[in-house]
């Protein structure tokens, strides 16, 4: 929301459902108290302990806490249990600064003070606010398979952020990063996530008024668990785990042999392990992209009594079992779109949660789901995949069509996501402005800024940018894609000879053909791009400085692609090009830019897949060095 203050243009996101600005300003003093009500909640009052620690940040001094009688020039805090969930009001005088609200409602009213102080510092503009969401759970989906497993460190950041944005909920895709206490085939060559970890994430989490949601792979995308000597037999494909080894093999096969029982049984006791850290009482079960179901094990059974019943069957099983302990079952929902008359078989309480990333994304999913009674939530994207730089403007246009479904179709919720396909390639800081456009279009269904508005809004309070212009620079990053990192996982493949996907990949590259006409002045665009941040670090306050770097690094690292692209284009798919740069020249700025690469990423990740990454990097060094015409 922007509002005139005064002459001063202030932001808050997600946008305030009512507002109305008043003459005179409060200032908070350094003898100003915040006052904690006896109507607030030991919870309420933890979370005013939190504001109070943030406070400080913004305006750089101490304030007192207190209970009592409040006074003049106190912040007040007040819990009505009468206000419908989530919902507060803040009023601004020039004598006090009061927040009334719910138990959680109470908490987001905090962080739109804290917002307003960030840009106005200790003189608050005099301001009545009433707010309460349009969607009810407002998630965020993180993928900690497929490449990265974050530090806790890092989760721990992630959570406060989506906190200051009013996002209530978070998911952490695992398929095999969860250290399973008696399947260490699992996580024996990996970094993976502990039970210590995630006890400490949910309690922070809680906190902050965010339910950590656990979400497990449990019928398809079980590359790790399915390709393991104790448990290949229960693989739908036989002798999978002798395939060679290549990134879309590990996410397009591995699908469990739902006519099992064993696999039941197995899923069932990882499940228990599983939940049993988590406070929410929601569980995903995932349960997407089953490719290989009935093709393979269960053959026999899918002829038999139909692909759509042998899905539906094992799904209820899980489902009902999760209802028996006490969760609510989730699980995603492209597979069952097939046969969406199914839902009706599972238990009550499922959610199906209904995903499309397209910057276009039509509503027929959504619709479909909705006319056959199904529970949803809609589920867009913050477009990050397989590429060095997040698409921002197909984040922002998916997910203003995504929470406007929800609102049409009467979803419950949003669940916004981030996966990690092939290595998870792009630093995670780039879905900064993905997540802010969830966080406010899910709030603030009614009422979505255009592109170039918001982007302002979040370049002021995000990063701290008093030009509003950081988001400006980025959006240009995405206009010059060439040889991205998918296409060089893609050639990689058919240089490894993967032969079920070799003529998938060639198709896919020859169609990519024209995203290398003019790389040169794409090459030279990105140069000026990162010439740009280098000059705009003057304009972005300290503690946002470091967010500039890894943009840095990411360029450079999508200009040296572009190049190889170059080599690879005019090897074995007929293009040529006016210049062509020294092939061991490249080779070796390849990988030297790789060593600072690699500091980025330690910044976020542990070690996890990093190892991957470096052997692709490797795999390109000795082709470029290899590399000749013949």
């Known amino acids: 929301y922007r509002e005139k203050t005064g002459g001063i243009t202030m932001y808050l996101i997600p946008k305030p ?6 003459e005179g300003a409060f200032f908070i003093s350094y003898q100003s108290y915040l006052y904690i009500d006896q109507s607030c909640s030991a919870k309420v009052a933890r979370q005013i302990l939190l504001f109070h620690e943030n406070l400080k940040k913004i305006i750089g001094y101490d304030l007192e806490i207190t209970r009592g009688t409040a006074k003049q020039g106190d912040i007040v805090f007040i819990q009505d249990n009468k ?34 102080a960030q840009q106005e510092g200790g003189k608050l503009p005099c301001i009545q606010i009433q707010d309460e969401p349009e969607i009810s759970n407002r998630g965020y989906y993180f993928d900690v398979t497929r490449g990265r497993i974050p530090t806790l460190d890092w989760l721990k950041k992630l959570a406060d952020r989506l906190a200051y944005y009013k996002i209530n909920q978070l998911q952490l895709y695992v398929e095999h990063t969860y250290l399973f206490r008696n399947i260490s085939e699992l996580w024996r060559d990996d970094t993976p996530l502990t039970a210590t970890e995630i006890i400490e994430l949910d309690s922070y989490c809680a906190e902050r008024g965010i339910q950590l949601v656990p979400s497990l792979a449990t019928f398809g995308h079980m590359f790790k668990l399915l390709s393991s000597k104790k448990y290949t037999h229960l693989c739908e494909l036989e002798d999978s785990d002798k395939a060679p080894f290549c990134l879309r093999s590990r996410m397009h096969h591995h699908t469990i042999d739902a006519s099992n029982p064993e696999s039941l049984e197995l899923i069932k006791s990882m499940i228990s392990e599983y939940m049993g850290l988590f406070q929410s009482n929601l569980f995903n079960i995932c349960a997407d992209e089953t490719f290989d179901l009935g093709k393979g094990r269960s053959k026999e059974t899918a002829q038999k009594y139909g692909k759509d019943h042998l899905y539906i069957h094992y799904v209820k099983e899980l489902c009902e079992f999760l209802v028996q302990n006490g969760k609510r079952p989730m699980f995603w929902g492209d597979v069952i779109l097939e046969f969406p008359e199914l839902i009706q078989e599972l238990p009550k309480e499922t959610i199906c949660l209904n995903w499309g990333y397209m910057w276009n994304e039509g509503e027929e999913r959504i619709q479909k789901m909705h006319e056959v009674g199904a529970v949803q939530y809609c589920c867009p994207g913050v477009c990050a995949w397989n590429m060095f730089v997040n698409l921002n403007w197909c984040a922002y246009q998916n997910n203003k069509r995504m929470c406007s479904y929800a609102k049409k179709y009467e979803a419950i919720g949003v669940l916004n996501t981030d996966w990690g396909d092939f290595l998870h390639i792009n630093h995670p800081e780039f879905s900064r402005p993905g997540l802010i456009y969830g966080a406010a279009f899910s709030w603030n269904t009614s009422d979505i800024p255009e592109y170039e508005e918001i982007n302002k809004w979040i370049s002021k309070l995000e990063y701290h940018d008093n030009k509003e212009k950081f988001l400006d620079i980025v959006a ?7 040889f991205t990192w998918e296409h060089a996982c893609r050639y990689r493949e058919i240089l490894d000879n993967i032969e079920e996907y070799i003529q998938e990949n060639k198709k896919s590259m020859s169609e990519s053909l024209n995203v290398m006409n003019n790389i040169d002045k794409k090459n030279e665009r990105l140069q000026d791009i990162q010439l740009q941040m280098y000059e705009y670090l003057k304009e972005i306050d300290s503690d946002r400085k470091s967010e500039i770097y890894p943009y840095i690094i990411s360029i450079d690292g999508m200009i040296i692609f572009n190049k190889i692209g170059k080599f690879v284009m005019t090897k074995d798919f007929g293009m040529t090009f006016e210049i062509m740069p020294d092939n061991k020249d490249l080779a070796q700025e390849l990988e030297n830019w790789f060593y600072h690469y690699k500091k980025v990423y330690r910044t976020v990740s542990k070690e996890s897949d990093l190892w991957l990454l470096q052997d692709m990097i490797c795999f390109y060094g000795n082709y470029l060095r290899d590399w000749c015409i013949i």
């Open 17 to 22: 459902k009512q507002i109305e600005t008043k």
């Open 83 to 116: 206000k419908s969930p989530e919902s507060y009001q803040i009023e601004i005088t020039k004598e006090n600064a009061v927040i009334i609200g719910s138990e959680s409602g109470l908490w987001y009213g905090m962080q739109t003070l804290l917002q307003i």
């Open 476 to 482: 240009g990053i995405e206009k010059n894609l060439g």
